[in-house]
């Protein structure tokens, strides 16, 4: 059935959505069952002190807002009112970045010591990022693939350059792109290697993170990632991570692929043993293996390097990037490897209407020249050994281990520390923002922008909090 806004907003229909959906919202005046914007009016907050003139505040008023709240408190509301609740943030409601530094809604000022998880490696609202962004929007923002536009072939041959990779598929999430991966190196495995059909495996390791779509979360071991989503997809083995000798126990003659991060960022910065990545190079080599690199957070200058396989001195089949590639203005990612992987693809075996568009493809060649132009893969390889050598010098109670490369830095803290949350909080009291990773490592991954004092000045303010009791 195909709804119109109109029927959306109509009686009838209103009337089915509301009882399928607004369980918990006695408003069923619209499809989903909240108060809908169909009037056009402008959703702002009340000040503190009461004196809104420029809001018409929910035009319904079932519900007004309490004017006594902050303007944080209100828009935290706000967000637990309407959204699903899949994220538990920070309460702090950030309203302007540039560089390094976040402003809240209440005007105070903080570091940005999490960078959108690596999205935003170039810092807030880049200027010459944003520009090249306006430039375009001003032309031409999409095509689809049906036609073909003038950014997406300079965009695959810089990419390309940039990273030695021979061919590109641009998408637009994370997870996508390790989908378009495991659907390239199924085929691949297919063809070239000529295992059954539909029997393909693929490894992958302990502890991974690589998104959150149903292929990826079926192959997590992380049960709160799984819980009440399966069945999930059949062809993936997991093995630990860092263990070369457990890999080459796993693989069959199906076997078709490796998938790995190079550092395990959402697994608390674990950082393998030394010589592992070179090891599954030629672990690959030998049994015929595409050897897969996620690097959507560790790729585009976060470790020192262009890319962290690069530390190996060794390449991947297939490496992911993702993130940075937005310059944190709009989401990019893409599939780099070699002319076998993603040659399998034919026309109409694969795509996204908004993978590769003009617009994400000038955004995305600008931020790759702001991480050469502005020498921000060398920042981070100098200014993360002196961020993570300073905190190593921290004298605490609470941590067990600062481990890390580049400016992706986790402090492991002991089990007697209480949790990363509480240090996360008072961290943030003191205006640096980071979040805890697993429960017990708080990761430090500013912005690649960031200079030797700003770290002393963040440093001044970690310190007594790694010493608090
Ligand atoms: C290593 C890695 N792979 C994949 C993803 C998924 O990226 P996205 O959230 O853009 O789908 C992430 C996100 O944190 C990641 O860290």
């Given at each position: 059935m195909k709804v119109t806004e109109q029927a959306f907003t109509g009686r009838g229909l209103a009337h089915f959505f509301a009882l399928s959906r607004?369980?918990?919202?006695?408003?069923?005046?619209?499809a989903r069952g909240g108060q809908s914007p169909v009037n056009g009016y402008e959703t702002e907050l009340i000040p503190h002190n009461g004196?809104?003139?420029?809001?018409?505040?929910?035009?319904?008023?079932k519900k007004p807002m309490d004017q006594t709240l902050s303007k944080t408190r209100q828009l935290i509301d706000l967000e637990e009112q309407y959204g699903a609740h899949n994220y538990k943030p920070l309460d702090v409601v950030i309203q302007r970045g540039e560089g390094i530094w976040l402003w809240d809604v209440e005007g105070k000022k903080y570091m940005d010591c999490l960078a959108s998880y690596s999205a935003v490696n170039q810092g807030h609202c880049h200027p010459k990022i944003k520009q090249a962004m306006i430039e375009q929007l001003d032309k031409l923002t999409i095509t689809s693939r049906a036609f073909r536009n003038d950014q997406l072939p300079l965009f695959y041959k810089e990419i390309c350059e940039i990273t030695q990779s021979h061919k590109v598929l641009p998408m637009n999430s994370g997870a996508e792109a390790v989908e378009t991966v495991i659907k390239a190196v199924r085929k691949w495995g297919y063809?070239?290697?000529?295992?059954?059909?539909?029997?393909a495996e693929i490894i992958v390791a302990e502890n991974?993170?690589?998104?959150?779509?149903l292929a990826i979360v079926g192959f997590s071991s992380e049960q709160s990632y799984r819980e009440g989503f399966g069945p999930f997809a059949p062809g993936f083995k997991i093995i630990p991570y860092g263990d070369s000798a457990a890999l080459e126990r796993a693989i069959t003659p199906n076997t078709v692929a490796f998938l790995v991060e190079p550092i395990q960022g959402e697994a608390g910065v674990v950082v393998p043993p030394a010589g592992y990545i070179r090891e599954v190079r030629e672990i690959c080599n030998r049994h015929n293996l595409a050897m897969i690199l996620?690097?959507?957070?560790?790729?585009?200058?976060?470790?020192?390097?262009?890319?962290?396989e690069e530390h190996d001195g060794v390449q991947a089949d297939a490496t992911l990037v993702g993130k940075a590639l937005s310059g944190g203005f709009y989401p990019v990612s893409a599939v780099l490897s070699n002319n076998e992987i993603l040659g399998v693809f034919f026309p109409g075996e694969h795509g996204s209407t908004f993978g590769g568009n003009p617009l994400a493809c000038a955004v995305a060649r600008t931020a790759m020249r702001v991480l050469v132009e502005e020498n921000l893969i060398e920042n981070a390889a100098v200014q993360g050994e002196y961020f993570m050598s300073k905190l190593r010098d921290i004298d605490s109670p609470h941590v067990a281990e600062v481990r890390g490369k580049g400016l992706l830095i986790g402090v492991v803290l002991k089990?007697?520390?209480?949790?990363?949350r509480r240090f996360c909080e008072a961290l943030m009291d003191r205006g640096l923002l980071c979040k805890e990773t697993h429960e017990n490592v708080i990761r430090f991954a500013p912005p690649l922008v960031i200079k030797r004092e700003e770290i002393d000045w963040a440093l001044e303010r970690i310190r007594p909090v790694l010493q608090m009791d």
């Open positions: 607004a369980k918990n919202v006695p408003v069923p005046f619209t004196n809104n003139t420029t809001f018409s505040p929910l035009a319904h008023k063809t070239e290697k000529k295992v059954p059909r539909d029997r991974n993170f690589h998104g959150r779509t996620d690097e959507i957070q560790t790729g585009l200058g976060r470790t020192g390097k262009m890319l962290a089990d007697s520390a209480g949790g990363a």
